[in-house]
């Protein structure tokens, strides 16, 4: 990920700093004001809210405190423990809180403090520097309201929060969220929701297994108990808080037993251990800070697992008990999208697109999904290739934030989805109609900022569909593609209106030959354009899912498709057959008797080729 960023309302930090550090006076920020309205737009203030400097607020203040560490934080009083979650999280990952809090040296308090800071936050897709001053909201008792540090000296997290809520309007506007999307904008990650009471039981141990990988592989992970509206950050007897985030900052399989027993008997037990954002209400039951299962791990691997029996909001759990108790898990994958890396790397593509409105069907760019058959298709298009045997591909996509209009009323976000449709293995231009017997993979549509899937797709090519889950609906998305190999997945916004007559679209299902070379593949050629199929190894009766589509002009000539064998490496001609495709020939399935080619053109060859072939004056008919 690429740390270039750039200046939120084109604010420049050290420019601003530079001037009052030139004239001696403090930053004071125009963009979001020391008022009440940039701590509420619902509620009422509290009697006595009071906007302080940290000077203010205590002696000595400081950015850091004996450095950043994931135990500094409290939520304080507004409902943003998933914000506080994620920045517990981003406290153990200094690689990542060092894009996040720049040159933090440097802003620590020192001769130059000028009453600003600033901070880089990954706003769709791009690192955007925000500039705040340091005025804080307290309440009466001088005591800061929201997010701050245990140690009363320590701004970091406050003024990081400051920044976080300056690019939603509001600090109000941080009220409920989710802490895979806080990690995102911390981290560029990718988020993926995991909806904990789907996974079957007998899933445990696979989905243990992942999340283990993930957390060795840097990934962020966080989970929270979905509750009722009215019920919002209650407590329950067991110790867990619902509706509230917590950050995962351990995931182990934890050995059990005694001195040279725990090698013997080799008996090991899944553990995640988990934070608070209040820094303090803890998990009480098994595997808790002082409960018995802790005999049954030797002194070694416990001083190993760092288990203090304090209040201070972390906590083991087994795994089993969190699979049972939680009900909603963020994963954020860091993609290592690094060029030169001995270690898996993910080939990544980026696009960003709009659902916009238009009355004529072709130039329309909001068809809503797949229950709306007919505009369907009027959506932006991407158009990608697998060209490995098969590959995973990792898609996400991901609106743009809408918090910032609910000072409005309206930050609901989109319902979204998308679609991933096989195509022909040469086009180019849109998909104009969907055939029914096209192969289809549809994602079901969330109202969530993000929506992720992982899918494995055979060898081809294919056209990614973001939509909304309505017609007619517009907005602003970004999608991120991920493969093993390179997808060259490409912005498809073309409609195929060039002047040419005749659009034809051949769709071969099989082919059979009684020869005895056995690794067919077939030529598909029209008007000096053709296009190759697989090599099918070892095969008599091969199956081709494989189309082609062709704009020609010259009505006479025939489309070709011939049957080849590789034989170990030569190649030798099986037969082929000639098609006419004329706007008014049928359109059924075809079984065409293999011919000769050249002088013998009217030779049978051994073998039949079985397809079907479309054809259309209309060049968008497909
Ligand atoms: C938008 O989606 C996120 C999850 O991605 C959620 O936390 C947030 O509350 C949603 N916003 C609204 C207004 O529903
Ligand atoms: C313990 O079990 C694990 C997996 O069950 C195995 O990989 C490991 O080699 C075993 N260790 C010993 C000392 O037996
Ligand atoms: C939480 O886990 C405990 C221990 O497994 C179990 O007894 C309890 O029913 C779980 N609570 C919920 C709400 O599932
Ligand atoms: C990504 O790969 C590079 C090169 O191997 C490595 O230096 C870097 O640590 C990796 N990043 C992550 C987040 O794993
Ligand atoms: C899609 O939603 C339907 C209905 O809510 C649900 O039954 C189905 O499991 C979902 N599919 C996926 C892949 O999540």
Known sequence: ISTM???????????????????????EDPEFPATNSSVYYTKTPPEGLQWKRPGEICENPRLFVEGISSHDLNQGTQGNCWMVAACASLALRRDLWENVIPDWKEQEWDSNYAGIFHFRFWIFGQWTDVVIDDWLPTDKHGRLINCHSKQNNEFWSALLEKAYAKLFGCYESLVGGNTGDAVVDFSGAVAEAIDLQKEKYNEQDKLFGNLLKVWEHNGIISSSINTQEFELESRMDNGLVRGHAYSVTDVKRVSLGHGLQTHFKNETIPLIRLRNPWGKAEWTGAWSDSSEEWSKVGDAERSNLGITVADNGEFWMSFTDWCKNFTDVDIC??????????????????????????????????GGCTNHMETFLQNPQYLFDVTKESDKVLISLQQKDRRIYRKEGQGENLSIGFTILKVEVNRKYRLHKYVTQQEMNEFNHTNSR??????????????????????????????????????????????????????????????WSKTSSINPYVIISCEGQSVRSTTKKNSLTPVFEFSAIFYRKKVAEPLTVQLWTDDLGSDKFLGEVLLYGRPDDVSHTQHLQLKNKGSKKADNMPGKIILMIETSNELTAF
């Open 333 to 366: 994958h860091l993609m290592n999208t690094s060029l030169i890396s001995i270690r898996k790397n993910w080939n990544e593509k980026v696009h960003f697109g709009k659902w916009t409105r238009n009355s004529d069907p072709l130039l329309n760019r909001c």
């Open 450 to 511: 993000t929506v992720f899937n992982r899918i494995e797709l055979p060898q081809g090519r294919y056209v990614v569909i973001p939509t909304t889950f309505k017609p007619f609906i517009e907005g602003e998305f970004m999608l991120r593609l991920y493969t093993d190999v390179d997808s060259g997945c490409r912005s498809n916004q073309i409609c195929a209106l060039e002047s040419r007559d005749i659009v034809i679209k051949s769709s071969l299902r099989s082919a």
């Open 5 to 27: 960023s750039v200046a939120y309302k084109d604010q420049l930090y050290a420019e601003l700093k530079k001037q009052h550090n030139q004239n001696g006076t403090l930053f």
